[in-house]
């Protein structure tokens, strides 16, 4: 947590008896029990300030600024400069209407500001928190400063203001826990592989897998879109990709070691891996650890990945294949696909979006789905459905010739064992044979 000084501005008062916040904080919170409110005002790009300006007449105008503050305080409440740009108000007030009526006020004054005859157009962001009974300072502080950040307008060119509540701070207090459990988690591990069978359309044979990553904390589940996204915004990811594909190795070699059936498992390569120009010579050290043959992996690259940066997109793409490792365009549909780029990406198959399955099948999705795949098949390139759980579409997309299936409407992503019991037995193959008996009937 970055370090907030507490200084006062050249020549200017700025609390009642220059007591410091904190101290201040609990003489108030005891005098003020129920009307306490903390609230947080940073000049939003005031960079920009001193820079056409320069820092001298940015502190002159932080003065402006302050003197309108200061022209609203309320006798005992009391007026401090957090930071640069970032001003910290002890308000009174007994209602949350009675506090917006007053940051309004602030927020047209301030804006109206003129320096050297230039209309300044300062813009603010403001986070509120009203006090509680059991909140410490720093507590109050960042429950302030973690509503103004999460106001959707924040990063916009307007002023905004956010009040603090728990649907905003329980998201931070998770994500604080995750990323204090991460790391002693992979080392436990607290993270297994499941594997999904990807099922062979014309027979039901499982003839692939796709391994996903599953989190055991303490016996409980951590479920995939609390602790995804954060990994993938602070690149912990990688180290999730790198732990998958070396289990991945270790399984390969065990089924080779055991005469186990073998079927291909692509991985998902994220986009910090995959924007990392050292990731691929990580994952050639994890593989040169076991003698497996290439052609046993593939990798699996997601639409959100740069599909735009044409270039970059190819060059990284056709070091994997020189390496002879396969790779799969997953999630195909789900952003702003483009079809013009499928004829130059070196991918053996694309999988198509869950989206497209999500609901009944009707003219319009036919003709989509049957234009997509012959397209797809006179480019050269095999085709798998995902997230298929639905006749209907199983016997659209066997008529129409995709070549896989993956899906609930087979199997669940399952464990490793599970997955190797699916593989000896092949539960679908009879299954599909008496399902297309049926349908010649």
């Known amino acids: ?66 003197a309108v503050l200061q022209k609203h305080r309320q006798k005992e ?16 007030d007994e209602t949350k209407e009675i506090t917006l009526e007053r940051l309004l006020v602030f927020d047209r004054e301030i804006y109206q500001l003129h320096y050297q005859g230039q209309w300044l157009r300062l813009l603010l962001s403001f986070g509120i928190h009203r006090v509680q009974p059991g909140d410490e300072y720093q507590q109050a502080l960042d429950y302030a400063d973690n509503a103004r950040r999460y106001e959707p307008d924040y990063s916009r060119y307007s002023s905004s203001y956010e009040f603090s509540s728990p649907a905003i701070q329980n998201p931070i207090t998770q994500r604080a826990q995750i990323e204090t459990w991460m790391h002693l988690a992979l080392d436990k591990p607290e993270f297994v592989v499941f594997i999904q069978p990807k099922i062979r359309l014309n027979d039901g044979r499982i003839d692939g897998g796709e391994a996903l990553i599953r989190w055991y904390h303490e016996g409980a589940q951590v479920p995939l879109h609390v ?11 990688r180290k999730i990709d790198q732990f998958v594909f070396d289990q991945l190795c270790q399984c390969f070699t065990r089924w080779l070691d055991q005469g186990l059936p073998i079927v291909p498992i692509s991985c998902n390569l994220s986009r910090p891996s995959f924007m990392d120009s050292e990731y691929l010579s990580e994952i050639l ?16 690259l997601s639409e959100e ?11 990284s793409m056709q070091d994997i294949q020189k390496r002879g490792f396969s790779c799969s365009l997953d999630d195909f549909g789900s952003g702003y696909s483009s079809l013009s780029l499928l004829s130059s990406l070196p991918v053996s198959t694309i999988k198509l979006d869950r989206s497209f399955f999500n609901e009944p099948l009707n003219e319009k999705k036919q003709i989509v789905l049957r234009e997509l795949l012959t397209t797809l098949h006179g480019l050269g390139m095999k085709t798998a459905a995902e997230g298929v759980e639905s006749q209907e579409y199983i016997d659209f997309l066997r008529t129409h010739g995709c070549d896989f ?29 008496s399902t297309r008996k049926d349908c010649n009937v």
Do not use: C, W
């Open 285 to 300: 050290t994890i593989f040169n650890r076991y003698a497996l043959p290439q052609s046993l992996f593939e990798f699996e």
């Open 405 to 433: 299936v993956q899906g609930f409407y087979y199997s669940t992503p399952v464990p490793i064992p599970e997955f190797e019991r699916m593989l000896i037995q092949q539960p679908f193959l009879h299954h599909e044979q």
């Open 227 to 237: 602790f995804l996204p954060i990994f993938v915004q602070n690149t912990f990811i």
């Open 77 to 92: 409440e009391a007026l401090f400069r957090l930071a640069e740009d970032q001003f910290l108000f002890f308000l009174h």
């Open 1 to 66: 947590m970055a370090h907030r000084i507490h200084r006062p501005l050249p020549s200017a008062s700025l609390t009642i008896d220059q007591q410091h916040p904190k101290s201040l904080f609990y003489q108030q919170k005891r005098q003020f029990p129920h009307s306490l409110v903390l609230m947080i005002i940073d000049i939003k790009k005031f960079q920009r300030i001193n820079t056409l300006y320069g820092y001298a007449a940015g502190d002159e105008i932080l003065r402006q600024v302050y």
């Open 305 to 315: 990945i740069e599909l735009n940066n044409e270039v970059t997109l190819l060059d």
